[in-house]
């Protein structure tokens, strides 16, 4: 598919990155013991403005924060770029609030919804760029980037699908597997990305650390990461 998003009607497909308000909300708990909490929350900020400098860059789509705590509205406002849209997470679960999230976006008139996780630094923005058109073109109805780890970095839809996202066994290994059956079951056309990796352990860690040794990455978290191995701070 090319790089460029052209939908056929209504607005660009919107894309939002899910995002855990760094100092408002424990973040990276697994990376914890190796960082220490303050550590973890640093790092996940880079993260999550890498991010969003990525996807500012993206031509042809509407981008957005889609932050929980709800509460924590006034600081998302002081770290995102001005041309993003801050929508709060609401729901019980991350699938109510995955479902939620593009349900609005797309009640919104968009060609398309698309969540994205912040903690996939390296993610190459093609891959977002290919899912944006091929909901917008009506190549498929849902579109799935699969993890690693047996979970996924972005789910979009071109209709809001609540039954997607119902009785997902969250942060465990059987997330893709279960939400790939479940479109088959719901007879939707299935779109599916390029595997890539999120960052949650140490080792994650470490094997990020190994890949932006040989070919870089997005400027903070290449600069936190150096840093972090020059000083051998990891314990």
Same mark, same amino acid.
């Given at each position: +598919?090319?790089?460029?998003? =052209?939908?056929?009607?209504?607005?660009? @497909? /919107? %894309?939002? %990155? +899910?995002?855990?308000?760094?100092?408002?909300?424990?973040?990276?708990?697994?990376?914890?013991?190796?960082?220490?909490? #303050?550590? /973890?929350?640093?790092?996940?900020? *880079?993260?999550?403005? $890498? &991010?969003?400098?990525?996807?500012?860059?993206? @031509?042809?789509?509407?981008?957005?924060?889609?932050?929980?705590?709800? =509460?924590? /509205?006034?600081?998302?406002?002081?770290?995102?770029?001005?041309?993003?849209? *801050?929508? #709060?997470?609401?729901?019980?679960?991350?699938?109510?609030?995955? /479902?939620?999230?593009?349900?609005?976006?797309?009640? $919104?008139?968009?060609?398309?919804?698309?969540?994205?996780?912040?903690?996939?630094?390296?993610?190459?923005? &093609?891959?977002?760029?290919?899912?944006?058109?091929?909901?917008?073109?009506?190549?498929?109805?849902?579109? %799935?980037?699969?993890?690693?780890?047996?979970g996924y970095y972005?789910?979009?839809?071109?209709?809001?699908?609540?039954?997607?996202? $119902?009785?997902?066994p969250w942060s465990? =290994?059987?997330?893709?597997?279960?939400?790939?059956? &479940?479109?088959?079951?719901?007879?939707?056309?299935?779109?599916v990305l390029p595997?890539?990796?999120?960052?949650?352990? =140490?080792?994650?860690?470490?094997?990020?650390?190994?890949? +932006?040794? #040989?070919?870089?990455?997005?400027? &903070?978290?290449?600069?936190?990461?150096?840093?972090?191995?020059?000083?051998?701070?990891?314990?």
């Amino acid at each position: +598919m090319r790089g460029d998003v =052209e939908p056929l009607a209504g607005r660009p @497909p /919107a %894309v939002a %990155v +899910m995002a855990k308000v760094p100092g408002v909300t424990p973040v990276k708990s697994r990376l914890h013991p190796a960082l220490t909490a #303050a550590r /973890a929350t640093d790092l996940y900020r *880079c993260f999550l403005l $890498d &991010r969003l400098d990525a996807l500012a860059s993206l @031509p042809g789509i509407v981008p957005i924060v889609a932050f929980t705590p709800a =509460e924590a /509205a006034d600081t998302v406002a002081t770290l995102v770029p001005r041309e993003f849209r *801050c929508v #709060a997470q609401r729901g019980d679960d991350l699938g109510e609030r995955l /479902a939620t999230v593009l349900a609005t976006l797309l009640a $919104d008139g968009h060609g398309g919804a698309i969540a994205i996780d912040s903690d996939s630094p390296t993610l190459p923005m &093609r891959y977002v760029a290919e899912a944006a058109l091929a909901l917008s073109s009506d190549v498929a109805d849902v579109v %799935v980037g699969p993890c690693d780890d047996g979970g996924y970095y972005l789910i979009g839809v071109r209709c809001p699908q609540p039954a997607l996202f $119902d009785g997902i066994p969250w942060s465990t =290994e059987h997330v893709l597997g279960m939400t790939l059956a &479940r479109a088959r079951d719901l007879g939707l056309r299935t779109h599916v990305l390029p595997a890539w990796f999120d960052v949650d352990t =140490e080792s994650d860690l470490r094997r990020l650390h190994e890949e +932006m040794r #040989a070919g870089g990455g997005p400027a &903070r978290t290449l600069a936190f990461v150096r840093d972090l191995y020059a000083r051998d701070a990891l314990r």
